[in-house]
């Protein structure tokens, strides 16, 4: 039997309009058929590029043209046909680019098979190694390994580049399969500055699947990077790990995201990352920079952060619906952080049943190990609106200061912030409202602060703000380590309307004052608040049998609002006394005097040295 090399290039044989030949590239069987139309009916013409470009699929005899039949059956056709071989040391690049080049154009799946092909040359003078093209399908079989030589070593570069010379938009890219892409470990880093360097950039790419893929062993700037300005969309990211993608040095190395995602619905699932020491104090696993975004279902460990989601006015500008959910992180500092630029929203973002767990770096400094919440929203001049999280676990395994255990911290105005239902292990501080670079504080409406549980607190809220309104503070729980702790909640604004504080429980010991109002809180009576006053002196006079006196509990006029009611729960019980609810101002009393009424047939003695908690309910 002839050999494809035989067969067109030596024109041996005779030209049959069927013919079975050995591949000369894989020696396997193959099959061509004469044809005179290329794949989509149009007519073939003497040197015709398109064949000529081709030379694999389609192919010449003279002025005849074949094409191999895996075209109308299986459409899959393996690397090595094109030339390409397992090799540690000859460069496979060129082979590679052609393969891609043919099967996007023909629609057939191309796949590597189990072998290492090395790659050691650039596709032109600019920094893309590979290009994509429109349709390709490129599938990895299990122990196929695509490595980068040490001719990288010290080089920018852009392994698999969606952002061709003309700019022309991609659609319909896959890469699927148990394939290795391997960026060269020790002998490619960045050693002499910070350099563009990244796996897979699909700038301009539209409808794009990465899936079960393993990206390894490289000093990257970004692994996966999506979206331009406003090109590209629909990318998918599942189902693959991405290990040890940093691993030069913090002070060349200084920025690294293993997924920047710059497309609207962008979809980032059921991923492993797994980071290192220089990860832990430089790596975000994804950013968002997009609407219609997701990420849930993967897991992280050694970031610095999980999250950054931005909004860019060079971008996408104001970006909306964005849900992160469901997913394991063990990383250095906050899970998700916000940054809405000048002129820019960031909308609709779901954070819901994360497990996130926060260790500091021993050994560095607070450069590197910041605050350790679930969330922070920075002030960069833009908006927020409709955040929410919700069912959530933090945990703080090691901080290198107490300073820094706060739950959140929310440095710009937000219309609408949830924060309910979640779990802090160590984040006694609890969530911080202040501002940051700039010297204005945030304006805040329908913030809602609920059902978390904490198991510690020295601080509940610290709110800082120009105006507060229609917000609720309630239902939190945590542990006190003393009855000494004083304003667990704290609101200091010019406005304040519409909000209220009620039932936050204390475990082991009651605060002493759990929250003060301001004389701004209190001037508005849309505001509400319920809480409780510890241990105040509330002596109690002589009272005869069958009659009733009056004592007046020691509280400052911070606790004193016409028609707040004051409920007293006396620290040791008093058979013999009947306490009764009052309410302040009623009858033009200038003071909180409680009426208790001797119910026994006996004389009450005096007791001075009475403590009490007070509910105030204003």
């Not at 969330?375 to 200061?401: D, M, P, Q």
């Not at 802090?424 to 805040?444: I, W």
Request: proline share 2%.
């Amino acid at each position: 039997m002839l050999t494809t090399n035989e067969f067109f290039v030596l024109l041996s044989g005779s030209a049959d309009n069927f013919v079975q030949l050995i591949d000369s590239n894989t020696g396997e069987i193959v099959s061509f058929k004469k044809v005179n139309t290329w794949i989509d009916g149009t007519g073939l013409v003497i040197n015709d590029s398109r064949v000529l470009n081709d030379q694999v699929i389609y192919r010449t005899r003279g002025n005849e043209f074949y094409v191999n039949t895996v075209v109308f059956s299986s459409k899959r056709v393996y690397i090595t046909a094109f030339g390409a071989k397992s090799s540690y040391n000859e460069d496979q690049r060129a082979f590679i680019q052609h393969a891609f080049d043919v099967c996007s154009e023909l629609g057939l799946k191309l796949v590597f098979p189990s072998g290492h092909f090395l790659i050691k040359s650039f596709n032109s003078s600019s920094e893309n190694i590979f290009e994509l093209r429109s349709g390709l399908d490129v599938e990895f079989e299990d122990y196929s390994v695509i490595k980068l030589d040490a001719y990288f070593d010290d080089r920018a570069f852009v392994l698999f580049s969606g952002v061709t010379a003309d700019s022309s938009p991609l659609y319909n890219i896959a890469f699927k399969g148990k394939g290795i892409i391997d960026f060269g470990g020790d002998v490619s880093k960045m050693r002499s500055l910070y350099l563009n360097r990244v796996g897979f950039e699909g700038g301009n790419c539209t409808n794009v699947l990465i899936d079960g893929l393993y990206w390894t062993n490289g000093d990257l700037r970004n692994c996966i990077g999506v979206g331009k300005g406003n090109s590209g969309g629909n990318v998918t990211i599942r189902n693959c790990t991405f290990d040890n993608l940093a691993t030069g040095t913090k002070e060349i190395n200084h920025d690294h995201s293993t997924i920047y995602g710059n497309v609207d619905f962008l979809s980032v699932h059921n991923n492993v990352f797994i980071g290192n020491r220089l990860m832990s104090l430089i790596g975000c696993a994804c950013e968002i920079h997009s609407s219609h975004s997701s990420f849930d279902n993967n897991k992280v460990y050694d970031y610095t952060r999980m999250n950054f989601v931005a909004s860019y006015e060079s971008e996408r500008k104001d970006i909306t619906n964005i849900s992160i959910t469901d997913n394991v992180a063990d990383i250095t500092n906050t899970a998700v952080y916000f940054w809405s630029d000048v002129n820019s929203l960031i909308s609709n973002v779901l954070i819901s049943g994360n497990n996130i767990r926060h260790k500091h770096i021993e050994g560095e400094t607070q450069n590197y190990n910041g605050h350790q919440g679930l969330l922070s929203i920075l002030n960069k001049g833009g908006k927020y609106e409709r955040i929410v999280a919700k069912g959530n676990s933090c945990h703080i395994l090691y901080t290198i200061g107490d300073h820094l255990r706060y739950a959140a911290d929310i440095f710009a105005g937000v219309e609408v912030l949830e924060i309910s239902s979640n779990n802090f292990v160590g984040h006694s501080l609890g969530f911080l409202f202040d501002k940051e670079e700039s010297d204005v504080l945030g304006e805040y409406s329908f913030v809602k602060i609920s059902g978390n549980a904490f198991t510690s607190l020295s601080k509940l809220v610290t709110l800082n703000a120009e105006k507060v309104t229609h917000s609720l503070i309630s239902d939190n729980s945590s542990s006190l380590e003393s009855n000494n702790l004083k304003d667990l909640i704290e609101i200091n604004s010019n406005v304040i309307q519409s909000t209220t504080i009620r039932n936050n429980i204390y475990l082991n010991n009651n605060p002493s004052i759990e929250f003060t109002p301001s004389s701004v809180f209190k001037s508005d009576y849309s505001n509400k608040a319920r809480y409780v006053l510890s241990l105040v002196d509330t002596p109690v006079p002589t009272i005869n049998a069958n009659g009733y006196g009056f004592m007046t509990p020691v509280i400052s006029n911070d606790h004193k609002r016409v028609g707040g009611v004051y409920t007293i729960q006396p620290t040791y019980p008093f058979n013999e006394l009947f306490f009764h609810a009052v309410t302040f101002g009623k009858g033009g009393s200038a003071n909180v005097d409680f009426k208790v009424d001797n119910i026994t047939s006996s004389t009450f003695p005096a007791n001075n040295l009475l403590k009490s908690n007070i509910v105030v309910d204003m």
